[in-house]
């Protein structure tokens, strides 16, 4: 399966904007990159997934390098709500090397946000 | 539109009972996933399931452990003579097809304690 690193922490104050990094160098044509979070308690929830172009959504955008081995997740103006496990995810095609249906997270970065 | 529901929030078993976990999908998905967090541990595939089918199982203990999602109902984990090492938050995903460009929507998750 194409793996994904990240940074294990990060810290922000709120209100500021915030850039968690993925790489993903070994990421095959096909795969999406997802991105998802889990806050203390509960369970994962989406964010954001993307194939190649840049992707806006109401809760965060995802920026996705040229040649793909790379993403950032971006959110423009964290909240304490914001403080959370980000997962960066690479999610395949049937058939292809990467895992297909399933999820499979790694060890994500804890965002801590400052008030 | 509700999303996906797992009961009970909380279950305490003694070693040896059965565990029963229920997960329904979000309407309209035929697509369910569980997957297993350990404590102080990262979310672990274990199952995916499609109305009346296995898809791919590479993440279940292979014994003890089963699961199943009818026809009709919930989709429905059972564990067998719980020992504590089965402790863990279990959580649901649905979604409306495998597709990788489709995300998985979570329950908040069974907490299960084993005595």
């Known amino acids: 399966d194409a793996k994904t690193t990240q940074p294990n922490s990060m810290e922000s104050n709120e209100e500021e904007p915030v850039h968690l990094p993925c790489n993903h160098s070994?990421?095959?044509?096909?795969?999406?990159i997802h991105w998802y979070r889990q806050l203390p308690s509960q369970g994962p929830e989406y964010v954001i997934h993307?194939?190649?172009s840049n992707v806006n959504n109401r809760m965060a955008s995802l920026a996705i390098a040229e040649d793909r081995k790379s993403s950032t997740l971006i959110l423009h103006r964290a909240t304490l709500r914001d403080a959370a496990v980000y997962y960066c995810?690479?999610?395949?095609?049937?058939?292809?090397?990467?895992?297909?249906?399933?999820?499979?997270f790694g060890q994500g970065t804890i965002l801590t946000v400052h008030p | 539109n509700a999303g996906v529901m797992q009961n009970p929030r909380h279950l305490v078993r003694r070693r040896g009972q059965e565990a029963r976990l229920r997960c329904s999908p979000m309407?309209?998905?035929?697509?369910v996933y569980w997957y297993r967090q350990l404590p102080e541990e990262g979310l672990k595939f274990m199952v995916y399931?499609?109305?009346?089918?296995?898809?791919?199982e590479s993440g279940m203990p292979k014994e003890r452990f089963s699961a199943e999602f009818p026809k009709e109902g919930p989709s429905i984990l059972r564990i067998q003579q719980v020992v504590r090492g089965d402790s863990a938050a279990y959580f649901c995903?649905?979604?409306?097809?495998?597709?990788?460009?489709?995300?998985?929507?979570f329950g908040d998750g069974t907490r299960l304690s084993i005595l």
């Open positions: 995903a649905s979604s409306p097809t495998g597709q990788s460009n489709q995300p998985q929507h």
């Open positions: 070994t990421i095959s044509g096909t795969d999406y």
């Open positions: 993307g194939l190649t």
């Open positions: 995810i690479l999610r395949g095609a049937p058939g292809g090397g990467t895992s297909y249906g399933k999820l499979t």
């Open positions: 309407k309209g998905h035929s697509h």
């Open positions: 399931l499609q109305k009346e089918n296995i898809i791919d």
